[in-house]
């Protein structure tokens, strides 16, 4: 039986600023921790230290997260170590190192409030989405059960399912009738175990959608075969025909900095349902961004989320890591 979300972020207390997790193989990109798994337990384990060691603070909600991802993350146990940066009346900052045999992967800055009590000024700028998302869905109760309804439809037969274990642990509502720009994704999101979005969710929910950069990919390159084409046509020749899309190499996308802005806070009971709108506006040089808005049922915005990341093959995912006895005077090097 596939582990829950709230197995896969578990965290267990080792000391008053240590915890502990366990890293999942049914929650990994290949042989790498999903970076939304990792950002969801670095919420758990903020959670769990404003609930007991900070419990005075009277502070448990995380507003703000930056997460730096130095190596990558494995399957197994993980050592998280908190600082206390600067404890305050309205908001408290911790720091998280994240630690794997000895190696500093992630390292986080994470700041919490009471969004219960906290006041201010408070504006409507008029801001909306551009372009504007797809219609929701008519209802969800029908979209859970059957998989679509009028406006939406349930993401089937993604690429490389056996190494990309996370992305099956949600179920991906897309709209019916296609995505409104190339570079833009809207989606309903639930968990495939029936399980509620809890608070941490939302740092899983900030990582997880199709991939849009494979679609950009064969979208250029149908351009560039096009005008091969012409070429062919032209010079009577067979050069620069385009390789078949099952030919075409897996990519890995690491994440390299995270940042989450929490504007609501969900209930204590989780929600069923997020509505996920993803965009990127510049890719270069194998480096890209993501600009990710996080929506629960009614249209509020739950979070904002920003996302800096590379685009590699995906040998460099589940190439073998340093160990020991094979340290290098290069050990410091990130292993990205």
């Known amino acids: 039986?596939?582990?829950?979300?709230?197995?896969?972020?578990?965290?267990?207390?080792?000391?008053?600023?240590?915890?502990?997790?366990?890293?999942?193989?049914?929650?990994?990109?290949?042989?790498?921790?999903?970076?939304?798994?990792?950002?969801?337990?670095?919420?758990?384990?903020?959670?769990?230290?404003?609930?007991?060691?900070?419990?005075?603070?009277?502070?448990?909600h995380t507003i703000t997260l930056h997460a730096e991802f130095l190596r990558r993350t494995r399957i197994g146990p993980a050592t998280?170590?908190?600082?206390?940066?600067?404890?305050?009346?309205?908001?408290?900052?911790?720091?998280?190192?994240?630690?794997?045999?000895?190696?500093?992967?992630?390292?986080?800055?994470?700041?919490?409030?009471n969004m219960a009590t906290e006041s201010g000024l408070t504006i409507q700028t008029g801001w909306t989405p551009n372009p504007p998302p797809p219609a929701p869905p008519v209802d969800l109760a029908r979209l859970a059960a059957d998989g679509e309804d009028a406006n939406w439809v349930v993401l089937k037969n993604l690429p490389h399912p056996k190494l990309r274990k996370a992305v099956n642990r949600v179920r991906i509502h897309v709209?019916?009738?296609?995505?409104?720009?190339?570079?833009?994704?809207?989606?309903?999101?639930?968990?495939?175990?029936?399980?509620?979005?809890?608070?941490?969710?939302?740092?899983?929910?900030?990582?997880i959608w199709p991939q849009m950069l494979e679609g950009l990919v064969k979208r250029q390159q149908g351009a560039a075969d096009v005008t091969q084409t012409v070429v062919r046509k032209s010079t009577g020749t067979n050069e620069g025909e385009s390789k078949n899309e099952s030919e075409l190499?897996?990519?890995?996308?690491?994440?390299?900095?995270?940042?989450?802005?929490v504007k609501k806070a969900l209930p204590p009971e989780g929600v069923e349902w997020l509505h996920v709108r993803v965009e990127s506006k510049h890719v270069q040089n194998g480096r890209y961004d993501y600009e990710v808005i996080i929506?629960?049922?009614?249209?509020?915005?739950?979070?904002?989320?920003?996302?800096?990341?590379?685009?590699?093959?995906?040998?460099?995912?589940?190439?073998?890591?340093?160990?020991?006895?094979?340290?290098?005077?290069?050990?410091?090097?990130s292993k990205i």
């Open 1 to 60: 039986m596939t582990p829950t979300f709230a197995k896969a972020t578990a965290v267990q207390a080792t000391g008053s600023h240590t915890y502990t997790a366990n890293f999942l193989s049914e929650w990994c990109i290949g042989s790498v921790t999903h970076g939304g798994v990792v950002t969801a337990t670095l919420l758990r384990v903020a959670t769990t230290h404003f609930s007991s060691t900070l419990a005075r603070q009277n502070q448990p």
């Open 80 to 113: 998280f170590t908190v600082r206390d940066m600067k404890l305050g009346r309205q908001t408290s900052t911790i720091h998280i190192t994240l630690t794997q045999d000895g190696r500093e992967e992630v390292v986080a800055y994470v700041t919490n409030a």
């Open 175 to 207: 709209p019916r009738h296609g995505q409104a720009r190339p570079n833009v994704i809207d989606e309903w999101l639930r968990l495939e175990s029936g399980e509620r979005f809890p608070a941490e969710g939302v740092g899983f929910v900030s990582d």
């Open 249 to 261: 190499p897996w990519l890995w996308y690491p994440t390299l900095v995270l940042n989450l802005d």
């Open 295 to 333: 929506f629960d049922e009614a249209g509020d915005i739950i979070a904002l989320s920003h996302h800096v990341a590379m685009v590699l093959e995906g040998t460099r995912n589940t190439a073998a890591r340093k160990t020991d006895k094979t340290k290098t005077k290069n050990e410091s090097k």
